[in-house]
């Protein structure tokens, strides 16, 4: 069984800096690629930011340039350093995984619970 877990969310002033985690455990063969996303109240989930196994990066152009996402394969964890926050960056964040069970298998779509990120002073 596989679980995604995200952590580091929080309350933040605008300007400010948070940085998410997210960790895969189980029965993991191995992660292909990984992915934030967000969705505000009322509004549906968007992607915010990919990684690929080799770590090549694409952004949304709404955190281009305050945005960094990143990967550490040995921990099958993943990051979201998220800096020069803004109001509008309030919302549930996602982590997104590709994950392979085995050499057999192709790969799987696995969410994580979701942390909440409020911007607001």
């Known amino acids: 069984q596989v679980q995604l877990v995200e952590s580091g969310g929080g309350l933040v002033q605008p300007g400010g800096s948070l940085r998410l985690s997210c960790a895969a455990s189980?029965?993991?063969?191995?992660?292909?690629?990984m992915a934030w996303y967000r969705q505000a109240p009322g509004k549906q989930r968007g992607l915010v930011a990919t990684?690929?196994?080799?770590?090549?990066?694409n952004y949304a152009d709404s955190v281009k340039g305050r945005f960094t996402i990143a990967r550490d394969n040995a921990k099958k964890t993943m990051y979201l350093q998220m800096n020069s926050l803004k109001p509008e960056d309030t919302a549930v964040y996602y982590c997104?995984?590709?994950?392979?069970?085995?050499?057999?298998?192709?790969?799987?779509?696995?969410w994580g619970q979701g942390t909440q990120v409020t911007v607001s002073s």
């Open positions: 990684i690929t196994s080799d770590g090549s990066t």
């Open positions: 189980g029965s993991i063969f191995s992660i292909n690629a």
């Open positions: 997104y995984a590709q994950i392979r069970t085995s050499y057999a298998s192709s790969a799987s779509v696995y």
